[in-house]
T-cell receptor, first 110, second 116 residues
Framework: EDKVVQSPLSLVVHEGDTVTLNCSYE??????LLWYKQEKKAPTFLFML????IEKKSGRLSSILDKKELFSILNITATQTGDSAVYLC??????????FGTGTRLQVFP | EAGVAQSPRYKIIEKRQSVAFWCNPI?????LYWYQQILGQGPKLLIQ????????DSQLPKDRFSAERLKGVDSTLKIQPAKLEDSAVYLC??????????????FGSGTRLTVV
């Protein structure tokens, strides 16, 4: 059965800290891994990763994929209170549907 | 480009009542998905349409849930009768055929259902 596991489930940090969110997966016919940020209801797209070892970067956020070990990490440097959200990892197989992990709830305090 | 439209935004019903959610995908997106997200969990796919045909409904509780996508555009998801455990956010998403993943996948703002 396809599955996606995220850790930690919850994280509390202070502004300025750096955090690393983890995502491991088992999926048939892997096509891509995606990271989303969910603040209220609709997940918003952050990154899509398809190749191992190539870092994707957007401002203070970056992510990398290891297809051999079947995991990805999402790094956020110099965290801000606006980074507080649930971060979802999802994996896409060959059927266009996404399989999500349970998410990591990040809380950033001033 | 208009996004994925969903309505209503919130709904509170009593158990055993029925409820319906509506979704209008992005124009030209052939694939439409309904996800259920229970509090503290990630979204779970309920049903996937390609145009007006069902591709995957393996996790749809068919004894109480139904969905349709007439004319391959708008879709409705219905629950009848509702149970307490159906309380969740129902997310609709759409993508261009064969271009799933982040570049093609767009989520609506969701409907938060509370069953009391």
């Amino acid at each position: 059965e396809d599955k996606v596991v995220q850790s930690p489930l919850s994280l509390v940090v202070h502004e300025g800290d750096t955090v690393t969110l983890n995502c491991s997966y088992e999926v048939t016919n892997f096509r891509s891994l995606l990271w989303y940020k969910q603040e209220k209801k609709a997940p918003t797209f952050l990154f899509m990763l398809t190749s191992s070892g190539i870092e994707k970067k957007s401002g203070r956020l970056s992510s990398i994929l290891d297809k051999k070990e079947l995991f990805s990490i999402l790094n956020i440097t110099a965290t801000q209170t606006g980074d507080s959200a649930v971060y979802l990892c999802a994996v896409e197989g060959n059927t266009d549907k996404l399989i999500f992990g349970t998410g990591t709830r990040l809380q950033v305090f001033p | 480009e208009a996004g994925v439209a969903q309505s209503p935004r919130y709904k509170i019903i009593e158990k055993r009542q029925s409820v319906a959610f509506w979704c209008n995908p992005i124009s030209g997106h052939a694939t439409l998905y309904w996800y259920q997200q229970i509090l503290g969990q990630g979204p779970k796919l309920l049903i996937q349409f390609q145009n007006n045909g069902v591709v995957d409904d393996s996790q749809l509780p068919k004894d109480r849930f139904s969905a349709e996508r007439l004319k391959g555009v708008d879709s409705t998801l219905k629950i009848q009768p509702a149970k307490l455990e159906d309380s969740a956010v129902y997310l609709c998403a759409s993508s261009v055929l064969g271009q799933g993943g982040g570049y093609g996948y767009t989520f609506g703002s969701g409907t938060r259902l509370t069953v009391v």
